[in-house]
Nanobody
Framework: QVQLVESGGGLVQAGGSLRLSCSAS????????MGWFRQAPGKEREFVAA????????YYANSVKGRFTISRDNAENTVYLQMNSLKPEDTAVYYC??????????????????WGRGTQVTVSS
């Protein structure tokens, strides 16, 4: 069983930055891809960014391209989401996700089989 723990959320003013981290409890699990999703009150969960371990390919939602960057550390046990130029519409609970299954694009929640509990990001106007 893989456990994911997010950290780095908080309150920030518009235009500010935050870096989210996600650590996996099982370093030996087959990391095909890890990603970030977010869910705002009254909204459905939406894709934010993902990264694959084999090729290091990255995927971003159009709404965050140029502002957010997903990366992983050298030990490949932690994934980060650097969020710059934050906007009030970025306010949401951010969830870390991981999958041990291969897919074409890693933009759907159905493609992931492990989830963290989420961390709150609030951007004030």
């Amino acid at each position: 069983q893989v456990q994911l723990v997010e950290s780095g959320g908080g309150l920030v003013q518009a235009g500010g930055s935050l870096r989210l981290s996600c650590s996996a409890s099982a370093r030996t699990f087959r990391r095909v891809a890890m990603g970030w999703f977010r869910q705002a009150p009254g909204k459905e969960r939406e894709f934010v960014a993902a990264i694959t371990w084999s090729a290091g390919s990255t995927y971003y939602a159009n709404s965050v391209k140029g502002r957010f960057t997903i990366s992983r550390d050298n030990a490949e046990n932690t994934v980060y989401l650097q969020m710059n130029s934050l906007k009030p519409e970025d306010t949401a609970v951010y969830y870390c996700a991981a999958t041990s299954r291969y897919s074409y694009l890693y933009t759907s929640p159905d493609e992931y089989n492990y989830w963290g509990r989420g961390t709150q990001v609030t951007v004030s106007s």
